[in-house]
């Protein structure tokens, strides 16, 4: 994965004036020991700077920090803390931000030792709110060491998101196919999240494809599909074409990203692509999405948006598929019923033409496109990827500006059972806890499209926090049967 930052986080004590320095300053230390202790010293850097109410050492921690190479930051309360120094840290620095604070270690330090930063996460709160500062607050932010690392280590993932967002450039060939209104929206918010977008023409994509017609990389970039697709090359005669496609693609990434580090792309795949360029692109997307370069499906801008954050947080392979439809009931009632622990409604088929990463699919085979095969030649409906996805933890999510321009966002954990589909493309049995409700009360309330990014593990508290920070207005996710929806009929 070269397509996400690494994360690097600056510890800084700070200390009010009125409480003991050398609190704040031991606290920092065996804060600093914990972490090392459970996770990696390499992830952190102790700034030696202990702040107190003056703003010049708010502006050397911020110096010292900087000169260690840290992108994300964590202001630690050892003791109350200055609440208007400590918050103009978190307002300068060019990063992701966290606060936590210090509990009290021992009940008979609490005369002399006594640190009240569980007061001052109160009066820290009340300054960011003041001055509009973005930072991530634990669910419980006060703890002793070993928690406040814990704390740290949860933060890496929201990090890595919010540092990729602001050096990201989505790079898409459209425009969107007639009849996908939903995965149109407007794109005012990627420059409000700090994303760059570059919209290119598809005779632009094909242009430059041309030019790779005689490509001398193209053997070797054929032969490592070759080797990938193993018994499941069905289509070899393509290879070499979908191999200059890549290489168009990538070369393209090289020359357009400009300033920016980090690079997805909402990709153009029909109605004319396949008669164009002689093939689909399901498979190349697949390839280098699997190296952490979402890809995704019918110039879907948000949906591609959404995959990177999900390669972010998740430093793995992500993809992209329509919530597609539901399960027989002959299939739920022999193979789901009485098997697993969800009801005919929890359960849906995610698919998309062949856009899945090999390495997480069950016997992947490279072939032609059905659907489209209906209407065109099958020839120039070779290079989708099919097969069932592995059966695994998962996390359907979304981050999507609406027509009026909001950000709203969803998140549902869940499963991928392990239940043949027998269907085709990049699919699988999903199974949601109250997928039904929320699929009403929240997809259909809400006007999200049917295209959903797929995280293969259970980190949907992570991307709850990313989108909180992101200031999400709206963030849905599947409530239990409990807790109705505010337009669920509680008749």
Not at 95 to 124: K, P, Q
Request: net charge negative; proline share 5%; glycine share 6%.
């Amino acid at each position: 994965m070269n397509n996400i930052p690494e994360i690097k986080v600056g510890i800084v004590a700070v200390s009010r004036d009125c409480f003991p320095e050398s609190l704040s300053v031991n606290r920092r230390k065996a804060l600093v020991k914990a972490y090392s202790e459970k996770y990696s010293e390499k992830e952190i850097y102790e700034c030696p700077i202990c702040i107190v109410e003056s703003e010049i050492h708010m502006v050397k921690a911020l110096e010292d920090v900087t000169k260690a190479g840290c992108n994300a930051l964590c202001v630690y309360l050892g003791n109350f803390g200055p609440e208007i120094s400590e918050t103009l840290l978190a307002k300068h620095f060019d990063g992701a931000v966290m606060f936590c604070a210090a509990a009290e270690e021992a009940s008979n330090r609490l005369t002399g030792d006594r640190g009240d930063a569980f007061c001052g996460m109160l009066n820290a709160s009340y300054n960011l709110k003041l001055r509009n500062i973005k930072a991530y607050i634990p669910e419980y932010p006060v703890g002793d060491a070993y928690e406040c690392a814990d704390m740290i280590h949860d933060f890496l993932p929201i990090a890595r998101a919010v540092e990729g967002l602001k050096n990201l450039k989505i790079i898409s060939f459209g425009p969107r196919p007639m009849n996908f209104l939903a995965c149109n929206a407007p794109i005012k918010q990627l420059f409000n999240l700090g994303v760059e977008i570059e919209e290119n023409s598809e005779l632009d994509l094909f242009e430059a494809f041309n030019k790779h017609k005689d490509d001398k990389r193209i053997p070797d970039v054929a032969a490592d599909m070759e080797k990938e697709l193993g018994k499941g090359n069905k289509k070899p005669e393509i290879l070499a074409k979908l191999a200059q496609y890549e290489l168009t693609l990538l070369d393209w990434i090289e020359a357009h990203k400009g300033y920016r580090k980090y690079v997805a792309i909402a990709g153009k795949c029909w109605p004319a692509f396949q008669t164009q360029f002689g093939f689909v692109p399901c498979y190349v997307n697949s390839r280098l999405t699997g190296r952490g370069i979402p890809v995704s499906c019918e110039v879907d801008i948000y949906g591609c948006l959404s995959e990177f954050i999900g390669s972010c947080v998740t430093e793995d392979i992500v993809t992209l598929l329509d919530i597609n439809n539901t399960v027989p009931k002959d299939m739920y009632d022999e193979d789901i019923k009485n098997k697993f622990n969800y009801k005919h409604t929890d359960t849906f088929m995610g698919f998309h033409c062949g856009n899945t990463c090999s390495k997480k699919l069950c016997s992947p085979v490279m072939k032609n496109q059905m659907i489209m095969a209906r209407a065109l030649p099958v020839e120039v409906t070779n290079g989708t990827l099919e097969g069932d996805i592995v059966p695994r933890d998962i996390t359907f999510y979304r981050l999507q500006s609406t027509a009026d321009n909001r950000l709203l966002a969803y998140v549902a954990e869940g499963e991928v059972l392990p239940v043949a589909t027998k269907s085709f493309g990049s699919v699988g049995v999903f199974a949601i806890k109250e997928m039904g409700r929320f699929y009403r009360h929240v997809l259909i309330e809400n006007g999200f499209p049917h295209h959903g990014a797929v995280a293969f593990s259970h980190c949907g508290k992570a991307l709850f926090e990313v989108f909180k920070y992101l200031g999400v207005q709206e963030i849905g996710y599947n409530k239990p049967e409990s807790d109705k929806y505010k337009t669920e009929n509680p008749f």
